[in-house]
């Protein structure tokens, strides 16, 4: 049974940079596609980032553009999130999740998730 374990998340000050990562075990880690989402408080939750298994194709909301970068580590089951220029926008429980069909996009659907960190920007 895939399993995804997020940490990294915490308080930072605006401009402030954090490192999210996630991971993965219970199947093979390189087959899958990876993503983040957020739900910040009274919202639903929105697509962050993702990234296809190979790493070959990246994907960002506008609204992180620039700020934020996701990566994998195939060896370590792992993919990451560095998200710097942080601002209280940004506040919010982070996902991590993956998905076991071919990645197209944002519009790729997920179909294992994990609990969440909390990300809190302070100003």
């Known amino acids: 049974q895939v399993q995804l374990v997020e940490s990294g998340g915490g308080l930072v000050q605006v401009g402030g940079s954090l490192r999210l990562s996630c991971v993965f075990s219970?199947?093979?880690?390189?087959?899958?596609?990876m993503g983040w989402f957020r739900r910040a408080p009274g919202k639903e939750r929105e697509f962050v980032s993702a990234i296809s298994w190979s790493g070959g194709r990246t994907d960002y909301a506008d609204s992180v553009k620039g700020r934020f970068t996701i990566s994998r580590d195939n060896a370590k089951n792992t993919v990451y999130l560095e998200m710097n220029m942080l601002k209280p926008a940004d506040t919010a429980v982070y996902y991590c999740a993956c998905s076991r069909f071919v990645y197209g996009g944002p519009t790729t659907s997920f179909n294992y998730w994990g609990q969440g960190t909390q990300v809190t920007v302070s100003s």
């Open positions: 219970g199947s093979t880690f390189s087959t899958y596609a």
